[in-house]
Nanobody
Framework: QVQLVESGGGLVQPGGSVRVSCVAS????????VAWFRQAPGKERVGVSC????????HYADSVQGRFIISRNNAKNTVYLQMNNLEPEDSAVYYC??????????????????????WGKGTLVTVSS
């Protein structure tokens, strides 16, 4: 059974940093595209960042470009999202998801990443003073 578990969320002050993690069990993330999404209260879920399964190239939504960094640790079967210079608008539940197609690139269109098959339950990040 495939499980993705996010962790690392919490309360962060504006301008601060936090790293959220996505650990997989029953599935090896290496060579598969993994994306982070977020959903703020009353808003739709949107794609934030993705790391491809082919060459681990990365993609970021415009709203987080230059502030967030996605990375993998294959030995720990984990994907991270380092979030810097956080703004109150970054407050949301952050979800990770992975494709089940080997070597797939990230496909970003209309604010989301497509072809994600397995999802975690999310971790809450609140940016507030």
């Amino acid at each position: 059974q495939v499980q993705l578990v996010e962790s690392g969320g919490g309360l962060v002050q504006p301008g601060g940093s936090v790293r959220v993690s996505c650990v997989a069990s029953g599935f090896t993330l290496e060579h598969y595209a993994v994306a982070w999404f977020r959903q703020a209260p009353g808003k739709e879920r949107v794609g934030v960042s993705c790391i491809s399964g082919s060459d681990s190239s990365t993609h970021y939504a415009d709203s987080v470009q230059g502030r967030f960094i996605i990375s993998r640790n294959n030995a720990k079967n984990t994907v991270y999202l380092q979030m810097n210079n956080l703004e109150p608008e970054d407050s949301a539940v952050y979800y990770c998801a992975t494709s089940s197609s080997w070597g797939e690139a990230c496909t970003y269109y209309t604010g989301t990443y497509y072809s994600m098959d397995y999802w975690g339950k999310g971790t809450l990040v609140t940016v507030s003073s």
